[in-house]
């Protein structure tokens, strides 16, 4: 008991200045603990921002967008050193509620993730998030395949398909009303095969930009393809043309066309089928043309079922062209010594009647031709069984006639009017005589004879008859005579 009392004593004793020592003690160590682990705020960025209860928005038909500037955000965090130290940007969330949206506008709330009882505050640097909000649009597209790389040597790519075809987009009317099509992409590079893959679908606008997906809802995001992978060949093209140009003009050189074959594919049956197209000449028709004459056609239209054009975009139009120029005339001078005579009878000679050296002769062509032709190469003929016909004779006696010539011309030039030549015919034309035709002589000979007695007795007949009938007659006058007398 004793011990006590004198405990307490000892406490209660200098009371005042014990309760300042106690004082100034705690305060003492508070100005060291603020020393050495103060409160501080500390800035974090960026941080993303979240949207919830976004299918408010949806089932109301509109679409919305946080606007560039509220995507991500800076805050600042006030905590004692130590927990800042422990701190990092992933250890806070910040969300806007679209329950709360006003206007174009939405609060950003900011939470941390770790040591929220030992942070005293957090404060985003801008308190709202814009939002850009609009109509929701759906449309459907069809998926295009689209083979990338290069088939080898020999190959092309054939028919292509997908389990599914189509893809529903949904979102902001302003980015769905920019796609274009939807398109996935096959490698086609060493393949000979046929190709079996799954592919992600890709959005594409009208100028061949993707399109930012990020926004958007698909139906499905990926869809098998199949890729048939078929043999190529090289075929012939066959064009031709029908009619003929205006009088006076001529086709210059032969049908013109833009490329004679082309590389096709097709599957191995197809193409055992097919060495040639031909295109219908009349499609190049040329009546009473005066100028050049030209058709372009699409090569693609001609080919058979089965059988595709290895490249789609290569220039398939085909260009045939067909040139018409207008006739030239000239006159040249062909020496007689080129002239020969043909079909002499035996027993004739032909020869010029005249000196006559060269024979004039008017012909025409093209431009080309006729400056090309030289009169001393070409030679002619005078044909004298045609010189019979001509007179309307079987055969001739020596004389003087006048025959027209036939001259051999280079092609594509032709003889104006056969020129005249004076023909001089010597001799005696042998006729040939058969047996047949001697038995024949000799039959309407007896026959003539016959007819010349036979003649004769029929006018020895007639005299005498004649004569009895002028006896007859005078008898006649004289009885009349008589009979007026008395």
């Known amino acids: 008991m004793t011990t006590l009392k004198a405990f307490l004593k000892k406490i209660t004793e200098n009371f005042s200045l014990k309760l300042l020592s106690l004082g100034l003690a705690v305060l003492l160590w508070i100005v060291v603990v603020s020393i050495d682990n103060p409160v501080m705020t500390l800035p974090f ?17 509109k679409a919305f967008e946080l606007s560039d500037s509220s995507r991500s955000i800076g805050i600042s965090v006030k905590a004692e050193r130590s927990v800042l130290s422990e701190l990092s940007r992933d250890d806070f969330v910040a969300t806007v509620d679209m329950e709360n949206i006003e206007g174009n506008r939405v609060p950003i709330e900011v939470k941390a993730t770790r040591y929220a009882d030992k942070i005293q505050s957090i404060t985003p640097r801008q308190k709202y998030a814009t939002v850009m909000v609009e109509n929701l649009k759906s449309q459907q597209y069809k998926i295009q395949v689209v083979t990338t790389g290069e088939a080898p040597d020999g190959y092309a790519v054939g028919n292509s398909s997908l389990t599914t075809n189509v893809v529903r987009v949904s979102g902001p009317e302003s980015i769905v009303s920019t796609i274009d099509r939807a ?21 594409y606008d009208k100028n061949g930009s993707t399109v930012d997906a990020s926004t958007l809802t698909f139906s499905i995001t990926e869809t098998e393809v199949k890729v048939e992978m078929w043999k190529t060949k090289e075929i012939s093209v066959k064009a031709g043309y029908t009619g003929n140009p205006a009088a006076g003009y001529a086709v210059s050189g032969t049908l013109k066309q833009s490329f004679s074959s082309i590389l096709v594919k097709g599957t191995d049956s197809a193409l055992d089928e097919i060495s040639s197209i031909t295109v219908p000449s009349n499609l190049v028709n040329i009546d009473g043309a005066t100028s050049k004459v030209t058709k372009t056609v699409s090569i693609a239209g001609y080919l058979p079922s089965g059988i595709y054009l290895v490249d789609s975009d290569e220039d398939t139009e085909l260009a045939l062209t067909v040139n018409v120029e207008a006739l030239q005339a000239k006159e040249i001078e062909v020496p007689v010594s080129n002239i020969a005579f043909v079909n002499v009878p035996e027993g004739l000679t032909a020869s010029f009647a005249d000196n006559t050296a060269s024979v004039k002769v008017a012909v025409t062509g093209l431009a080309a031709d006729i400056a090309n032709i030289n009169a001393a190469a070409v030679t002619g003929t005078v044909d004298i069984t045609a010189l019979k016909q001509q007179k309307g004779v079987d055969t001739l006696t020596a004389n003087v006639y006048d025959s027209s010539v036939v001259f051999s011309l280079p092609t594509g030039v032709t003889q104006g009017t056969n020129p005249t ?33 036979h003649s004769n007795e029929n006018s020895e007949n007639n005299s005498e008859e004649k004569s009895d009938d002028g006896a007859q007659e005078a008898d006649a006058e004289e009885a009349n005579s008589d009979a007026d007398s008395e």
């Open 45 to 61: 960025s960026p941080i993303t921002v979240d949207v919830v209860n976004a299918d408010i928005m949806e089932s109301d038909g």
């Open 183 to 203: 398109e996935v992409h096959v490698n086609v590079s060493n393949m000979t095969s046929e190709i079996h893959s799954i592919e992600k679908i890709i959005l």
């Open 421 to 453: 030549v004076s023909v001089l015919i010597q001799g005696e034309e042998k006729v040939e005589v058969s047996d047949n035709n001697a038995d024949t002589a000799e039959s309407e000979n007896d026959s003539s004879e016959e007819t010349s007695d």
